[in-house]
């Protein structure tokens, strides 16, 4: 199975994952304007998908800086032009936090010490971002 390619700072969005109820999580995305009701299809794509898929510690990530991302193609942000994921002068709040385009995540590989393009496993992201 190939590598899921995914952006950088969605590492911090699957930890919350798992330490946030999934009502919270709703609403939050709500309040943030990322869906309007709490069965938008964002919601299992951002919740169920990415954290059944950080449960399985052995699947393979790649993590990119910048574009679209499974989470980033599915996003209402992206999809009416709100969001620009190539460039770092733009920015979106995500559950409260800012998230400055590329500069995001480049700060989260700065962060955990990981590097752009490489393969890693769940196991390894989960390790080195603690949770």
Request: charged content about 30%; overall charge positive.
């Amino acid at each position: 199975m190939e590598p899921l390619l995914l952006r950088a700072h969605h590492i911090n969005s699957a930890k919350l994952l798992f330490r946030t109820p999934k009502e919270q999580i709703i609403e939050e995305m709500r309040k943030f304007g990322y869906i309007e009701h709490s069965s938008d299809s964002f919601v299992d794509i951002v919740y169920e998908n990415l954290q059944q898929y950080f449960k399985k510690l052995s699947n393979k990530l790649r993590l990119a800086v910048g574009g679209l991302d499974i989470i980033c193609e599915s996003c209402v942000k992206n999809k009416k032009g709100l969001c620009k994921p190539n460039k770092t002068e733009e920015y979106n709040i995500f559950l409260g936090a800012k998230s400055f385009g590329k500069g995001a995540d480049i700060e989260i590989l700065d962060k955990y010490g990981l590097e752009a393009n490489k393969v890693y496993t769940v196991n390894e992201i989960r390790n080195t971002a603690n949770f």
